[in-house]
Structure formats: structure tokens, C-alpha cells
């Protein structure tokens, strides 16, 4: 057995794509040699800016010899077919065998196929994997075809300690590479995965992107602790960051704390997505410091001074730029704004931004008695929400919207309340996004989605299958978020025209919620099968379902329940007529029958009116009282009896217990 190390060496990799590309590697290489016999015992890739690498151990040094009985066609079979099974089996007719079984005398081919050297298999994987390598973005340069991310150097190639003799576009396969490009640039040789990794090392590359980000965490971590403050947080960042260095040296830099006055989002921004730099706070009050950590790709020759000052120049600007922005925002107000809200289209089938600011401040005024918010302070809210799209600061900085149009409130004196649902009415913007519970902010944030989700609808740009170019599904996902998690008892028929399918789509996001959550979908289904479109009281019944079900009373009366459904619906059937009428206990014939009825009537009382107060746990309650006397009934009784009269009594009470159970959910959608 012996390992495999490829490393394909290139121009930078952008860090985004690095993890995909070094799981794409692993991947499409242990496939090649999967196919082609070759087994390994491990295989873990790798990924730095300016390489991709793969080692592969327990590799056999040939693929299996194979020895391959085919059956073909009759020995008596027409020439022409026996022909045909020659070329197809590779085999000469002297190679054939005949045999005998039941059906006849059959010919078989015997085919045999000495192993292949695992270099070579390796080679024609590795060629083909680079050839066809899934990149999100490629390009070709100079006069070569292939296409790569980025400029590929050279093909690092080393099975059992030798160079596979492989080249792909002109670049042949060897056993050397590179280090660090300003630290350790010169060429090495190496021989094993442990020689690579360590003269890497040697020449200032950390080849796991894992321990480079350690590093960059746990450096930045000290450097702030030393100046008495609090890393930010912020794993994707250091990620990314990890991928932009082959050997991180974090440095601490600072900048002028005036610029301190900027909205800390816009500063956070600004420092993140520009420059990549991680923030810091102070522990004393809670707010950001004035130094950042960059991470720099190189060790510098003198105290880090020159590097670290560069930094701090460039930040500088880009904060200035920043609160120059926020300056002039701030001398005018955000209904200044709202003309040139007039010029924005939304959708052109659905009007100007400023249209559907007036609807959504129509919807929230609609709505806020209904969430229990002031009417004039959702109004306001809404009438502004979208004001700060057309600001600098939002022009600049995208990302900000909403938080800035926060702050622009603020500072022209408009309340808290009115402030915050101009920040929050864009939220929840995914599961795990905070959600709104201000009245004002449940208000506006609710008048947003539901505007988005039945403009839409209502010109039939529906999601279908895996497309969903609006947004659609995390809209209505959040519209179930503000409800429920807020208890908003709203009906959803009364907010739009049923015949716009919100409401059946509204039920397969709340399944898809709620599965998450571990409740089955069924059981969703059984209760919006009731029509009950209030979100909170439909996630009460059937948490109270779901209980029920668990027990045993819950899990034999949905068997009894199943067995009534099926009887009937075959009698039914045979009869051409509906068993739903009342039952004439007179003709029952049977006192378990009686005793039925008198349960099914107390049982039914019972649940309804557990119902009118909600509580639906002793809806189950009553509904459980069922279980003895229905298994007794189908113990005891037959339901075709002779007796015409007798049977049509007993296929009436087989319906009375469907519709009894079916009073608090339809039990017939119900798995199991």
C-alpha cells in the first residue's frame, strides 16, 4: 500500500471558493480511482490562497486482476448475434465456452484483465479531474485551453515517494513546489505528505486552514486583551480572512475615535467588508474601541510600524467617506426623502417603491389594532420605512438599510417605537434571525411581507420548484414568525383573497417550519384541514394532537378511527349512498352498539365545547373516552349484520365516530 500527494499550485484562490474547491478535489479523485478499482484507506484535502492539495493513503499499486464470466446468446443463435456478443465482450470466438442448462445450450465469454499500475490510473484521474474541475469562475491564459481559477503554475503529483509521469496542458507533473511568494519563494523538493506539510511550514505555509484560522482568532484574542478590550466575534470573518494568508501575523492598528460618532453598524461594515478587519469593544461600556486587528500575509522587517500605518491610512479614508455620508444625511429629514421614492420602481407590474409604501402603510394601519399598537405611530412608521434607501449612506452601503433609516428617525425626534419598525420591518430575515416583538415593529414588519407576498401572488409570479427569484417563501416565513412566536390572533382569509393560494402556501412553509421542530407535517395538515387559518390556534391544536397521538388511548382510537373510515368508505361505495344521517339506536341491535352511541354523543358535547374556550388538550380529553367502547363495538359487533335495518344503524354510527373525531382535527390525513 503506498499514499498519493497532489497539489495543484496556482495564482490566488479567492477565499470563498477555496473549501468547495479542496472538498471538489477529494471528491472527484477518490471517484476516478473508485471506478477504476483502486481502493484507499483515507483522503483529506486541503486549501490555501495559492494551492490546492490532496493526500490519499493505503493505495494498492495495481488495480485487481479480473476475471469476468458474460453469458451470450444460444450456441444455435444466428451468426450475425453471435458477432455481435463477440465485439461487445472484446473476445475472440475460440474464447468461448459453451454450457448447458435448462433453457439450452448457451455460449460465454470468459474475460480476463490483468491489473493496471496504479501510477497510471492516478495519472489519467488526475489529468481528467483538472480538465474538468468545477470552478464557480474560470479563465484560460496565454495559448493554453485548459481553464483554471486562477493561473496554474505547476502540478505537484508523488505516489509510493515517485513523480507520476502525467501533463496537462503543457505543464508536466513533478515532485517540487513553492513556498510563501515574499517570504520563501524558491522551489523545494519534497518526498512524503510529511515532507510537504513540514517544508511548507519551513517555507512560511500553514498548510490547514484550520490552524491558520486558530491562529488569527486566538493572536487577535491577546492583542486585544493587551489593550485592555473585547474581540468581536466573527467566525465567518476569520474564515475568510484564512483564506486570504498563508502565513497570518494579526497586527492591532487604531484610528481616530471622532469617527466614533458613526452609527457603529456603518463602522463594523466598513472595517468587515472593505479591509477585512476584525473590531473590537470596550468591556467598560459596551461599545466599539478604536482599534482593529488586520491580519497582514507577511512577517515585516521592522516593528510592524510601516505595515500597520499603511492600514490605518487606508481605514481612515474609507471612515471618512463613511461619515461624510452620515453628515449630510443628517441635515435633511427622511420625509425629505420621499419623492425620490417616486422614481424608484419596484416591479413593473407592481408599481414605484412610493406606491408600495402606501400600501404598506394602509395594511399597518389595518393591522394595528389587531397586534395592539397606536395606529398613528404604525402609520408613521410605515410612511418612512423605506425613506433611507434613497439616502447616501444607504447608496454607499446597501447592507445598512433600515438600521440607518434607525438612526435618521432618532435624530429627527420621532419615538422609539417609530424608530426601531423602521430598523425591524425587514425582519426576520431567516430562521435564525431575531424576530420583532414591539407591537409597532410586529405592525409594520408584518404590513412589508404580506404587501410583498400578495403583490406578487397577485400577478402570478408564484415560487415553483427550487426558484423563488422574490423571495417569496422566506417572506411568508417570516409573516409565521411574527404571528406565532408573538401570539397575533389574526385570521389569514381576512388579510387576502382566498383564491390567490396564500393560504395553502402559507401551510407548506408553516410544515416546513415546524419540521425543523420536530412535528410531523400530518399532523399540521389534519388541522388546517378544519379551515382554521389562525396560525397561533392551529400550532395549538396540533401540539395538543401531537400529545394525544403519543399516548396509547390516542394511537388505538386512531386505529379504531381508520377502521371505521375504511368500512365505510367501501359500503358506501357498494351502496352508492352516504351513511351520514342519524343513527337509530332502536335498529342498533347491539348493546355495545348503544353504548357507543351514548359515548360518541358525550364524547362529541364534550370536545365542542373544549373547543369554543380553545383548550384544546381537553378536546383530546373527551375524545380519549372513545377508545374502550369503540374497541369493544368492533370486538363484539359485526357491521354487516343481515339485518338490513341493523346494518345501516351501525354504518351510521361507523360515520357518527368519524365526524366525532374528526371535530377537532381530520383525522383521515393522518399518517399511521
Excluded at 485551453?145 to 502540478?155: A, E, F, G, N, T
Amino acid at each position: 500500500m503506498a499514499d498519493l500527494l497532489i497539489e495543484l499550485f496556482s495564482e490566488e484562490i479567492p477565499a470563498r471558493m477555496q473549501v468547495r474547491a479542496a472538498d471538489d478535489l477529494k471528491r472527484m479523485m477518490a471517484d476516478a480511482l473508485k471506478g477504476a478499482g483502486l481502493s484507499f484507506d483515507a483522503a483529506d484535502a486541503y486549501a490555501t490562497p495559492r494551492r490546492l492539495a490532496l493526500h490519499m493513503t493505503g493505495i494498492p499499486e495495481s488495480t485487481p486482476d479480473v476475471r469476468e464470466e458474460r453469458r451470450g446468446p444460444r450456441a444455435d443463435a444466428p451468426e450475425k448475434a453471435i458477432e455481435g456478443f463477440l465485439r461487445g465482450a472484446g473476445v475472440a470466438r475460440e474464447d468461448l465456452v459453451e454450457r448447458e442448462d435448462k433453457k439450452g445450450t448457451f455460449l460465454y465469454a470468459i474475460i480476463e484483465r490483468k491489473g493496471r499500475a496504479a501510477s497510471d490510473v492516478i495519472a489519467e484521474a488526475l489529468s481528467d479531474t483538472i480538465k474538468n474541475f468545477p470552478w464557480p469562475k474560470s479563465q484560460r491564459w496565454g495559448d493554453g485551453s485548459l481553464r483554471w481559477v486562477r493561473p496554474l503554475h505547476s502540478i505537484l503529483c508523488l505516489f509510493d515517494g515517485a513523480a507520476v509521469d502525467m501533463e496537462v496542458d503543457g505543464i508536466r507533473a513533478g515532485d517540487s513546489t513553492r513556498g510563501h511568494r515574499f517570504m520563501a519563494p524558491e522551489e523545494f523538493t519534497v518526498s512524503d505528505f510529511a515532507d510537504y506539510r513540514q517544508k511548507l511550514l519551513d517555507h512560511k505555509v500553514i498548510l490547514d486552514a484550520g490552524r491558520r484560522q486558530t491562529l488569527v482568532r486566538d493572536t487577535a484574542q491577546t492583542l486585544a486583551s493587551a489593550a485592555g478590550l473585547e474581540l468581536v466575534e466573527d467566525t465567518g470573518l476569520i474564515a475568510e480572512v484564512a483564506g486570504l494568508v498563508e502565513w497570518p501575523v494579526p497586527m492591532i492598528g487604531s484610528f481616530d475615535a471622532s469617527f466614533l460618532e458613526v452609527p457603529e453598524e456603518v463602522l463594523i461594515l466598513t472595517m468587515k467588508k472593505d479591509q477585512k478587519y476584525l473590531v473590537t469593544r470596550d468591556p467598560a461600556t459596551g461599545k466599539l474601541a478604536n482599534k482593529f486587528i488586520f491580519t497582514a500575509n507577511i512577517e515585516p522587517s521592522d516593528d510592524g510600524s510601516a505595515v500597520t500605518g499603511g492600514n490605518e491610512r487606508v481605514l481612515t479614508a474609507r471612515l471618512s467617506d463613511a461619515r461624510f455620508f452620515y453628515e449630510q444625511d443628517l441635515k435633511g429629514k427622511l420625509e425629505d426623502n420621499l419623492p425620490a421614492l417616486e422614481d424608484i420602481v419596484f416591479h413593473k407590474d407592481l408599481g414605484t417603491v412610493a406606491e408600495r409604501v402606501e400600501r404598506i402603510r394602509k395594511l399597518a394601519v389595518h393591522l394595528a389594532p389587531i397586534v395592539g399598537c397606536d395606529p398613528k405611530e404604525a402609520d408613521q412608521a410605515a410612511e418612512l420605512c423605506k425613506a433611507d434607501l434613497v439616502s447616501g449612506m444607504v447608496y454607499e452601503f446597501p447592507e445598512v438599510q433600515g438600521v440607518m433609516g434607525r438612526y435618521y428617525a432618532q435624530a429627527q425626534g420621532e419615538s422609539d417605537a417609530v424608530a426601531d419598525a423602521i430598523r425591524d420591518h425587514y425582519a426576520p430575515l431567516g430562521p435564525n434571525d431575531a424576530c420583532p416583538s414591539a407591537p409597532v415593529s410586529i405592525t409594520v414588519a408584518l404590513a412589508e411581507k404580506l404587501d410583498t407576498l400578495v403583490g406578487f401572488f397577485g400577478i402570478d409570479q408564484k415560487p415553483t420548484g427550487s426558484k423563488d427569484p422574490y423571495a417569496l417563501r422566506r417572506a411568508a416565513l417570516g409573516v409565521i414568525r411574527l404571528i406565532t412566536e408573538n401570539s397575533i390572533r389574526i385570521a389569514l382569509n381576512q388579510l387576502f383573497d382566498q383564491d390567490l393560494g396564500l393560504l395553502t402556501f402559507f401551510g407548506d412553509r408553516l410544515k416546513v417550519q415546524q419540521r425543523d421542530k420536530g412535528v410531523r407535517h400530518d399532523l399540521i395538515d389534519a388541522v388546517f384541514a378544519k379551515g382554521d387559518d389562525d396560525l397561533v390556534r392551529v400550532l395549538n391544536r396540533v401540539a395538543a394532537l401531537s400529545g394525544f397521538l403519543d399516548t396509547d388511548d390516542g394511537t388505538n382510537l386512531l386505529a379504531g378511527f381508520k377502521r371505521a373510515a375504511n368500512i365505510l368508505k367501501i359500503e358506501e361505495k357498494k351502496d352508492g349512498s352516504s351513511y351520514d344521517k342519524p343513527v337509530d339506536v332502536s335498529k342498533l341491535g347491539a348493546p355495545e352498539a348503544e353504548a357507543l352511541s351514548d359515548a360518541l354523543a358525550r364524547a362529541k358535547e364534550g370536545a365542542e365545547n373544549a373547543l369554543i374556550s380553545e383548550d384544546f388538550e381537553g378536546a383530546m380529553a373527551a375524545l380519549s373516552g372513545l377508545r374502550a367502547p369503540i374497541d369493544t363495538f368492533f370486538d363484539k359487533v359485526i357491521v354487516n349484520a343481515d339485518d338490513a335495518d341493523a346494518r345501516a344503524s351501525r354504518l351510521a354510527l361507523l360515520a357518527e365516530i368519524r365526524t366525532a373525531v374528526n371535530t377537532v382535527a381530520d383525522f383521515s390525513v393522518i399518517e399511521g
